[in-house]
């Protein structure tokens, strides 16, 4: 096509990039969005019929767009030549080995793509930063990118543009954002070169959500937004702990002090811990930035966040031991959920992984129940945040079964533990569970979802999360 007057395209076809873009392309029919990346299966589900992620209202917008404006393709170089304008959307997850190991972000993916741009660049582009990444990234990938540039006339603008999406609620998201938040060199060519981007949101988002800030602010905003939801939720978790001991309801307490406008109502919901693939990061990278300036009380603050979230998914999965009469070991365990949050197939360090990996350990085997997760994803997110893997685990198809749907999984098991909020939970037949299951027959509710009452009519014995079964008989963790 020839007749598009302005070209974006963007590097990486992940959680991110796909969504981003196939909003882009829908309300800038004008602008030809391409998306890039070097592995080819995710290009082809893309282009297929089942899209590689699974977000409410997306198959639809992709597919109305798909081939008109937007494409996806591994024609990488010859993408981002005839771009005006390189979004890089790539993963930068936590690095596993050297400096800042378990703690810093890699950010190898995005030089990487820093280098593909410089090499293949027949002309001056706006490079978006879209991934989430360490402070200062920008500025050593601006570096990268003008190095080689002397004489040629071409010259590179980068800017910061974080995304704020939530995964199961992306298309909403991106399509009425609260804000967008668009980082930039305050000179002219970095002024005009944000301009060009708020062009672009322009098309559908009010121009008083559009934020213009200094490269540095919008990074940061990033992490620094990630690390006060996450703290809100391991703030009421902290809180779930207490109420349990004490007979205060969690929920409760996060609705009376929720309705106080300065505290708000939002991110209050007590869990089985959080999960999803930017919490734990951004807050590790916080911490990571904290220390390499050396503010060690900084540092610390944050990373009690994190604590507190490690902490919430094993006293879970202890008390579920401790209720069953202090042992697991040969008892069938099944698991409803597995993605780290509703409406999403999204399995990254998800707390489900947690406690299936404490229950592998107490010798317990699980059966999986998710409406969107595969096996596969599943035993992916074992490998890498668990180290559990067919070769150092030989029975592991044995230890963790998946079923496909949910009274198969909690037949003969001894307890069932909810880990995801999935709205379908709620409606299940539970007394046809109960038959199926050994008595007695535990359920342990990780996202206090379920109608404790109606199951504990049935017959169930329920735990739930900042809750006691009684006044009289706290739940003891
Ligand atoms: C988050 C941010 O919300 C988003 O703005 C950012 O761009 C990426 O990171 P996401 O990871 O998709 O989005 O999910 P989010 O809805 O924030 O939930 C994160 C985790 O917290 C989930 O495991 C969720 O179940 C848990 N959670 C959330 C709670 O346990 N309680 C709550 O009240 C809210
Ligand atoms: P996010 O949640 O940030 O979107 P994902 O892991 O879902 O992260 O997606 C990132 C995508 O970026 C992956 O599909 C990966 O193959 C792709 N990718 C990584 N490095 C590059 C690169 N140098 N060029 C193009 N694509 C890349």
């Known amino acids: 096509m020839t007749d598009f007057k302005y070209k974006i395209c963007c590097m990486g076809a992940g959680y991110v990039g796909g969504p981003t873009m196939a909003i882009i392309a829908k309300n800038a029919p004008h602008i030809k969005v391409t998306v890039v990346d070097l592995n080819q299966t995710q290009i082809d589900k893309w282009n297929g019929d089942k899209l590689p992620i699974y977000e409410p209202g997306l198959d639809e917008i992709v597919k109305a ?37 378990g703690r810093a972000s890699n950010i190898k993916n995005c030089e990487l793509c820093a280098r593909t741009i410089a090499k293949v660049s027949k002309s001056s582009k706006i490079v978006v930063e879209k991934s989430t990444v360490p402070v200062r990234t920008a500025h050593a990938m601006n570096r990268v990118l003008n190095a080689n540039t002397k004489d040629t006339g071409i010259s590179f603008q980068i800017l910061s543009n974080p995304e704020f999406l939530a995964e199961g609620t992306a298309v909403k998201d991106l399509m009425e954002p609260s804000r967008v938040l668009i980082g930039g060199n305050q000179d002219a060519g970095g002024l005009a070169a944000i301009q060009a981007l708020v062009d672009v949101y322009a098309n559908w988002v009010p121009h008083e959500r559009i934020l213009t800030t200094n490269l540095w602010s919008s990074e940061l905003s990033k992490l620094v937004a990630n690390a006060f939801l996450a703290q809100r939720i391991s703030s009421i978790n902290s809180i779930s702990a207490l109420t ?80 069953m009469f202090n042992t697991v070991t040969g008892k069938r365990i099944c698991v409803y959920g597995f993605a780290f949050k509703k409406d999403t197939g999204d399995v990254r360090e998800t ?106 009519k049935i017959g169930f014995e329920v735990y739930a999360i900042g809750k006691t079964v009684s006044e009289n008989d706290p739940m003891t963790c």
């Open 65 to 101: 767009a798909r081939g008109k404006n937007l494409f996806f393709t591994t024609e990488i170089d010859k993408s981002i030549e005839e771009a005006d304008m390189v979004f890089v959307s790539v993963n930068t997850p936590t690095k596993t080995n050297g400096i800042g190991a």
């Open 351 to 456: 707390a489900s992984g947690t406690i299936i990996k404490i229950m592998l350990d107490e010798a317990a085997k699980c059966a999986v129940w998710d409406p969107q997760v595969e096996r596969e994803e599943m035993l992916t997110e074992f490998k890498y945040t668990h180290g559990i893997e067919h070769s150092n685990t030989p029975r592991l198809d044995d230890l963790v079964v998946t079923e496909t749907d949910p009274y198969a999984a909690a037949k003969g098991a001894h307890a069932i533990a909810v880990m995801t909020e999935w709205d379908e939970f709620k409606t299940y037949d539970y007394q046809k569970i109960y038959d199926s299951m050994v008595k007695p027959a535990f359920i342990f509710d990780g996202r206090n979802i379920l109608d404790h009452e109606a199951l504990r």
């Open 244 to 323: 349990e001991k004490t007979g205060a309801d969690v929920s409760e307490v996060a609705n009376a002090i929720g309705m106080d406008p300065r505290i708000g109502a939002k991110f209050l919901q007590s869990s089985v811990g959080f999960g999803g693939s930017c919490f734990q990061k951004d807050i590790l990278n916080l911490v990571y930035l904290c220390e390499s300036f050396n503010l060690p009380e900084v540092a610390e603050y944050w990373q009690q966040v994190v604590t507190m979230n490690e902490y919430q998914k094993t006293r879970f999965a202890t008390n579920m031991i401790k209720k």
